[in-house]
């Protein structure tokens, strides 16, 4: 079974700051891989996503992810965070063939200050 | 608007006491899922169906018990055997692969009293 590790548990930034979350997981063969973020009252809404072709993937509101197979990574970046990006982030990966079930990091929790 | 709709918002129980959850989608998504989601501990799978008719025990199906009569409703029964019920549950629903991007509703929180 896949396996998901968030390493950050909670971020705390300034306005303007850069952010870096990183995701390793676990699984021998190919996956799709995901960002989702779930803002202060709000469902869990999908950031970003990496099937394949470039390993470098952009997202909504400014954010991309870097897959390295190499290091069993997917990290989250922003240059430069916003108030409203304070949310809870979860990686997430699913297998490219089986079950294609979704399975979760234990997410992390960043609060930016204005 | 195509989603997929969680209710109650929030729902009490007292202990001994079974209660349903609700999960309807009109996305035609043909697979649902059910997670739990803890403090510091992420989403956690409960169960999950592939195809109506047809579901499969998560990681922490203990306790649970779910039906999928049809392709839009999913519904979970937190039963009197689950330890410790009281959390935010969270349904979800994807698309046949290999596009297997989720969408969620908006949870429901239970809390047992």
């Known amino acids: 079974a896949q396996s998901v590790s968030q390493h950050n548990h909670h971020v705390i930034l300034s306005e303007a700051a850069s952010l870096e979350l990183g995701c390793n997981y676990s699984y021998g063969g190919t996956v799709n891989l995901f960002w989702y973020v779930q803002y202060p009252g709000q469902h869990l809404q999908l950031l970003l996503k990496y099937f394949s072709g470039d390993p470098l993937v952009k997202g909504i509101k400014g954010f991309e992810a870097e897959f390295i197979k190499s290091k069993f990574s997917f990290n989250l970046r922003k240059p430069s965070v916003q108030w409203s990006d304070t949310a809870e982030y979860f990686c997430?990966?699913?297998?490219?063939?089986?079950?294609?079930?979704?399975?979760f990091g234990r997410g992390t929790s960043l609060i930016v200050h204005p | 608007d195509g989603g997929i709709t969680q209710s109650p918002k929030y729902l009490f129980r007292k202990e001994g006491q079974n209660v349903t959850l609700s999960c309807e989608q009109n996305?035609?998504?043909?697979?649902m899922y059910w997670y739990r989601q803890d403090p510091g501990q992420g989403l956690r799978l409960i169960y999950y169906s592939q195809i109506v008719n047809d579901f499969q025990k998560g990681d922490i199906a203990e306790g649970y018990s779910v039906s999928r009569e049809k392709k839009e409703s999913f519904p979970l029964t937190v039963t009197s055997a689950q330890k410790n019920p009281t959390a935010f549950y969270l349904c979800a629903s994807s698309p046949r692969p290999p596009n297997t991007e989720a969408f969620f509703g908006q949870g429901t929180r239970l809390t047992v009293v």
């Open positions: 997430a990966v699913n297998p490219s063939g089986g079950s294609y079930i979704p399975t």
């Open positions: 996305l035609n998504h043909d697979a």
